[in-house]
């Protein structure tokens, strides 16, 4: 009933910024969490940030003050600015909504960063 769709991942240098978007569609209410993750080859995937109940933002450690997580409720859209990006960013990122409607992921966009 709900599908999520990331785009903007792509091939950027260290240093350089990508915007990453989610677009969901369908029945889409009671949404506890919304955010962000990514998995390297070889790596757990990892929670990168995430908005919560209230407002309440999370980033991981090694993103924060790169990163920032927002979203459009009009447009039912999320986003991931990513700027200062570092190599170790590489990752397929994925975006995730979980509520009532259950818990539901995006396919995945690569974003891949060069040195």
């Known amino acids: 009933q709900v599908q999520l769709v990331e785009s903007g991942g792509g091939l950027v240098q260290a240093g350089g910024s990508l915007r990453l978007s989610c677009a969901a569609s369908?029945?889409?209410?009671?949404?506890?969490?919304m955010g962000w993750y990514r998995q390297a080859p070889g790596q757990q995937r990892e929670l990168v940030a995430e908005?919560?109940?209230?407002?309440?933002?999370m980033y991981a450690d090694s993103v924060k003050s790169r990163f920032t997580i927002s979203r459009d409720n009009a447009k039912n859209t999320m986003y991931l600015q990513m700027n200062s990006m570092k190599p170790e960013d590489t990752a397929v990122y994925y975006c995730?909504?979980?509520?009532?409607?259950?818990?539901?992921w995006g396919q995945g966009t690569q974003v891949t960063v060069s040195s």
């Open positions: 995730n909504l979980n509520g009532i409607i259950g818990d539901y």
């Open positions: 369908g029945s889409i209410f009671s949404i506890n969490t």
């Open positions: 908005i919560r109940s209230g407002a309440w933002i």
